[in-house]
């Protein structure tokens, strides 16, 4: 995974809009994960790779379930079959 770096990961979007297919190719050649388009100095979108969108809504999924998990336990709406919970949890 390549780091994220202000020099290489932060264009403007005129630039971006220049030369947008040799940044698609940065992606696909995993040079890059993101990159964070500027409009007047400010950040103003940010665009990710398939691989790190994927990694990225894998983790909200996890965090969900975990979340979930938790009111459950806060309503003492306990989990009576283990290993079910360990089945949703593999998914």
């Not at 409009?39 to 691989?51: D, I, M, R, Y």
């Not at 969108?53 to 709406?77: C, F, P, S, T």
Request: charged share 30%; glycine share 2%.
């Amino acid at each position: 995974m390549s780091q994220f770096t202000i020099e290489k990961d932060i264009i403007p979007l005129s630039t971006f809009r220049a030369s947008y297919k040799k940044y698609i190719t940065s992606f696909e050649e995993a040079e890059r994960n993101s990159i964070i388009l500027t409009q007047n100095g400010k950040a103003a979108a940010v665009l990710l790779s398939p691989k790190e969108y994927d990694k990225l809504k894998g983790k909200q999924e996890v965090m969900q379930l975990i979340a979930n998990r938790l009111q459950e336990i806060a309503n003492q709406d306990f989990v009576e079959d283990e290993t079910a919970m360990w089945k949703e949890l593999e998914k």
